[in-house]
């Protein structure tokens, strides 16, 4: 806990923005109280993590910008946690959808259209893997690539980083416990048996702690982000990620690089931005401009394999695969998002922003002399309440502080922004401004002024 954040005045002012927000979303507040059919209120649980009584409800959004039902607008950092990080309902990707869904016809009819082979050219391009296949969500993504990694490895176990995030993955819910051995995500609703079963563990920048687990010859992959982002941005340390790719290779196991969200990191994600060959490489959300997608790409070598092996069922009940995968609309809204919005021109300029970003924010830190620090990947900038910036999903974990991100989170969205939920983190779109980028480095120098009273 930040030790030169005074907790009483942190307190007054979270409970000023809470009324305050109360004060300005009424139709909100009101629509929240009158949704007795959904469980928890929410269209999903996961909906109640707002920081103010209620979440806002979303009446519409385009590019950089979300309108709510109470009439005011945003500047969207949030963008869908990364599903809209090429921004609201682009316009090729409306039209792409429209021609798909309304002038063509034919969402989902379990046949395949040409899009599928330009959007999988387009992923080799990008991420230099040559097999695709698609999903609607980076949790399958993740999902099947355990799957097909298990079949051709013949091993049982999975290793992740601990606190790393990759989706409702049964085998993904971690973490290095206090003994130092692997231990249940704290939070894990309802897992299917005891995590150490199917999972081992390590920690980020840890090639040592790597090594030791691998050891043990089960771990069929590892499966990570290269850099973490669901527990603040965590960069990787030089040499380990090289390190991580040796290790693997060495032991039998293979590399599954989830791109989900280290995709801010350029064109390539941060696969092409570091240099990285993995053997799988998942990814969701953003790249269908907002429509549900995902995917994951499979080296040549590792693809032959899986084909080549006939006692392997991939094709009817094999439990790799989703009816709704690879369907019409949201192959049409990739190549869209893919060949017009998420360009790499785009990503140059997002990038930039998101500098400009991080510059301000550490200016605001400086400032104040807070012990806080703040990271970027890409077009993704985050801070978080360590300085040094943590170097490992268990640091970073230890300096969370829901009281202050609350605050912080409500101080922005009473005065028009929004930050990610769960995150203090801010992505830009092709859409974001300069000017948006700049009230955001007011209103966080404001907020630290009133926090240091
Ligand atoms: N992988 C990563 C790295 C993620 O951050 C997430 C979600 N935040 C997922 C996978 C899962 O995505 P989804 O919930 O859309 O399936």
Redesign the pocket.
Known sequence: MPASVDRERLAALLARETAESAARNPRSQAAYQRAEHLFGRVPMTWMNKSAGAFPLYLDGARGARVSDIDGHEYVDFCLG???AMAGHSPEVVAEAVEQRYRAKGGATAMLPTEDAEWVGAELTRRFGLPRWSFS???????RWAIRLARAVTGRQKILVNSY??????DESLIVVGPDGNGATRPGNVGAPCDVTLTSRVAEFNDLEGLERELAYGDVAAVLM?PAL??IGIVLPEPGYLDGVRELTRRHGTLLIN?????FSAGPGGATGFYGLSPDIL?I??AIGGGI?A?GYGLSAELADRLLGRSDLDLVDMGGVGGTLAGNALSVAAMRATLEHVLTDEAFARMCALSERFEAGVAAGIAKHDLPWSVSRLGARSEYRFANPAPRNGTESAASADAELEDFLHLFMSNRGILMTPFHNMALMCPATTEADVDTHTELFAQALDELAG
């Open positions: 946690d990364t599903g609607l969500t980076a949790t399958d993504a993740n790393s995030y990759h989706g409702s993955v982000e982002t669901n989830d791109e989900t969200h280290t998942t969701g959300k549900p995902g």
